[in-house]
């Protein structure tokens, strides 16, 4: 291992060659002595009177015997045929609608209030199917609504809420279901009708406890509050500068008609009371700051109450917390740039050839780690690791829309125990929360709205107006920024930065023309070296943006973590140009960079290291040395250098791992395939002579057989040594809508990605037979 001072090219004799600490890894002092002022309390309310319990749903009309008691008999179809089968020892009905669409009309007689909710349990195969509700009164249409059902081998609910009219009373006489046209039958177990009640799209732990909830791409965590209940919490007041913050809202879903609502806060202590009003104007959030001046030195009561001019009424209160408006608190910032090669920064290029001014300014305050790798080679399997501080071989997490169980411990969760506001903005749908899962122990995370991904300039302003409303509070925070992941597409301005602008990327000829390495996004571009100077463009436009949050006074003192969760093949490597989907020292190399007060400036580090290993450094860096959490603090440990580093494809297809000098692959699974042992690339290898070949354009197995053996030795023993967790859940939403989110970001989807048994050691594929043990 080596470790130096930081003198890049472009830095020159700024910087002064500073002395290691004694344990030669760039930390000086112990972190633990970096303190903040003032208080911060969490605040817990809780119901001074009876709980506040989820809704219930009055059942108005069921339907689940269609053998002895024929409910089924007055249904009328249009388009389509109805058969009563058996599945599993149960009669339900199945529906071919391969000739046109369908529509099945249910009499109904019942008065429904406001809004229903239609619940089939239904068997769906072959692909997803769109299934429309609409409710009748006489013959006007009242509301309607539709959901996408994923395809399932077994039986799964559909849920329909229906929204009625102008929040009226009706008398439902009809309830129509369509369904278009399609390939495959469906099938219908049970229908059921009921009641909808204020608050139903609310989670059950938003009923006296708290979850995530999302208004316009904002979710944070908070309570439900209905009217006629109230939420009360006792705390102390230490100075003068104390504050009382909230987050309120009210959902659309949580207000009848044009009713009023106005949440009331009473405060009470030491003789002394106040009260406040705080008004909905629209459905979104709202945040509030209280001043606690008067109560300095005093025990308070805090009393949330809301009143309506209707009869009933709901809003929502985030998690309130005091703190000392004014005081010097503790930051830590984990910024993830998404698709962003480990040698894509500016300082460690010549002159002109990539600006990255704030990351430079970053790196010279800090430790560069210059051999950083990834677990693996996509987004959620990446983050998911990032964030639990294990292999995705251990967290079971290997493709993307596969979500993480609030069973597993992370990184977001150990600094909101330790007393931080956990606050997450991310720019694209494969760490939506709703897909991934890392939502748990996050009080607040931005997600984009529309089409799945946005432009960092958004997220990051979201971050840095989020700031404003938290000072006094310490925080950690999760920037994630997706403008390096292809297609590139820069601002007019960058666009020709690092080319040439007399020539025509679309048009040149002779040498420089390779259609072959055209990216997947245009396969019109004839130049890579364009390719290459639009990849370069966004890092420096993402650059620019991360400036405006790494400049601000509180992040500079504060703990800054920059890395990437995988990286990309430019127009060198194996696999697809411009792509990651393939395993190569390109796409697991990151970047990799941490800033603290205790850290030594300007450092540079050689030694081995992975990316998983974040999480516990930067626990160690904020004092937290105690807390639990997987991993080894990469400031204070050195690594040997040899020390083997493993690596997943992306959907599990095969495992890797990287020396010194070599990296060495195995396939594990060939999608798509009956028979996989039968298949030419079914458990082959792949060897690259990294020190010499750091593209891995030259698969040099067969020129070292007794290498590669050993490597492939070495591999297979770790795969056999994993703990495979059980986090993994389903995606919240349709599953085929997120599919295609991710297919329109250009992931490829691969069926069964799951983490199952990793290598069959009784293997006899032709493979295996060229490595007898």
């Known amino acids: 291992m080596r470790f130096h001072t930081m003198v890049p090219r472009r830095w020159g004799l700024l910087l002064i060659l500073l002395t290691l600490s004694s344990l030669g890894v760039g930390c000086s002092k112990e972190s633990a002595d970096w303190k903040g002022t003032g208080a911060f309390l969490r605040l817990n309310p809780t119901p001074s009177t009876s709980p506040i319990e989820p809704p219930a749903l009055v059942v108005l009309e069921r339907w689940n015997d269609f053998v002895v008691g024929k409910q089924h008999v007055d ?12 599945y599993q020892g149960q009669e339900i009905l199945r529906f071919d609608h391969s000739k046109g669409d369908l529509a099945i009309e249910v009499p109904l007689d019942f008065e429904v209030s406001r809004s229903c909710v239609v619940s089939a349990l239904m ?13 009748f009164s006489g013959k006007k249409k009242v509301g309607m609504s539709q959901v996408t059902i994923d395809p399932d081998p077994n039986l799964r609910g559909a849920i ?74 006792d705390f102390e007041v230490s100075t003068e500068a104390d504050v009382l913050r909230f987050a309120y809202a009210q ?30 104007d629209r459905p979104r959030w709202y945040d509030a700051e209280v001043s606690l001046a008067e109560f300095a030195g005093e025990e308070v009561k805090a009393t949330w109450t809301l009143g309506s001019s209707g009869s009933k009424a709901m809003c929502i209160l985030g998690q309130p917390r005091m703190a000392t408006a004014d005081a010097e608190t503790k930051t830590v910032l984990l910024i993830t740039s998404d698709t962003h090669r480990s040698d894509h920064l500016g ?29 693996v080679n996509n987004t959620t399997p990446s983050h998911v690791s990032l964030f639990t501080g294990l292999s995705p071989r251990d967290t079971g997490i290997v493709a993307n829309a596969k979500r993480l169980s609030e069973a597993a411990p992370t990184l977001s969760e150990a600094f909101r125990d330790a007393g931080y506001m956990t606050m997450a903005a991310v720019s694209a749908s494969p760490v939506n929360y709703k897909h991934c899962g890392l939502d748990q122990g996050f009080d607040r995370y931005s997600v984009p709205t529309a089409k799945g991904v946005r432009d960092g300039k958004e997220t990051t302003e979201i971050l840095l107006e989020w700031l404003e409303n938290h000072g006094g509070e310490p925080v950690f925070m999760w920037l994630h920024v997706y403008d390096a992941h292809g297609p590139y597409s820069v601002p007019e301005e960058l666009d020709r930065m690092y080319y ?24 019109k571009i004839a130049d890579p070296d364009y390719t290459e100077a639009l990849y370069k463009s966004e890092i420096t436009y993402l650059d620019g943006l991360l400036g405006k949050l790494l400049d601000l006074p509180r992040v500079g003192a504060g703990i800054v973590a920059f890395t990437s969760d995988h990286g990309e093949v430019l127009r060198y490597g194996p696999g697809d140009p411009f792509d990651h989907r393939g395993l190569s020292l390109n ?74 000098e070599w990296m060495f692959a195995i396939n594990l699974r060939v999608p798509g395939t009956r028979n996989p042992e039968q298949h030419e690339s079914y458990h082959s290898v792949e060897l690259y002579d990294i020190v010499n070949d750091k593209y891995c354009r030259f698969n040099v197995w067969e020129a070292n057989l007794e290498k590669t053996a050993s490597l492939r030795r070495l591999v297979i023993r770790w795969l056999s040594r994993g703990k495979e967790n059980d986090w993994e859940v389903e995606a919240q939403g349709s599953q085929s809508d997120i599919q295609k989110e991710l297919a329109d970001l250009g992931y490829v989807t691969v069926e069964d990605s799951t983490a199952a048994e990793w290598f069959d050691s009784d293997c006899e594929c032709a493979w295996c037979q060229k490595f007898p043990e």
């Open 75 to 86: 249904w009328k179809l249009r388009g389509g045929l109805m058969k009563i089968k058996e």
């Open 123 to 135: 068997l769906v195969r072959g692909e997803p199917m769109t299934l429309g509700a609409a409710l």
């Open 160 to 233: 329909i809420p229906i929204k009625i009219d102008g929040d009226a009373t009706v008398r439902a006489t009809k309830l129509v279901l369509k369904a278009p046209q399609g390939e495959h039958a469906f099938s219908i177990r049970s229908l059921v009708v009921k009641q909808g009640a204020l608050g139903m799209g609310l989670g059950p732990a938003a009923f006296g406890g708290y979850d995530l909830l999302e208004i316009n791409g904002d979710a944070r965590r908070c309570t439900a509050l209905p009217s006629g209940a109230d939420l009360s919490v």
């Open 251 to 280: 959902r659309e879903d949580l207000r009848v008609g044009n009713q009023e609502s106005t949440l009331r806060l009473d405060l009470e202590g030491g003789g002394k009371s106040s009260s406040h009003e705080f008004e909905f």
């Open 347 to 375: 300082f460690l290029m010549e002159e002109g050839e990539l600006k990255t001014d704030a990351i430079d300014r970053l790196a010279s305050q800090g430790v560069v780690f210059l051999d950083a790798v990834s677990s």
């Open 500 to 523: 040439d602008e007399d020539k025509d990327p679309f048009e040149v000829e002779g040498a420089g023309r390779d259609l072959a390495l055209s990216p997947y996004w245009n396969k």
């Open 587 to 660: 796409t697991l190399a990151v970047p990799l960079i941490f800033k603290a007060p205790s850290l030594q400036p300007g450092t540079q580090r050689t030694d081995p290291v992975l990316q998983i290993d974040v999480g516990r450094t930067l626990l160690n860096l904020a004092g937290l040395s105690e807390m639990p959490f997987p991993g080894r603090d990469l400031l204070a440990t050195t690594v040997e250098s040899g020390e083997p580093r493993f690596a997943l494809q992306a959907n599990g297809i095969s495992a890797s791992v990287l020396t010194d």
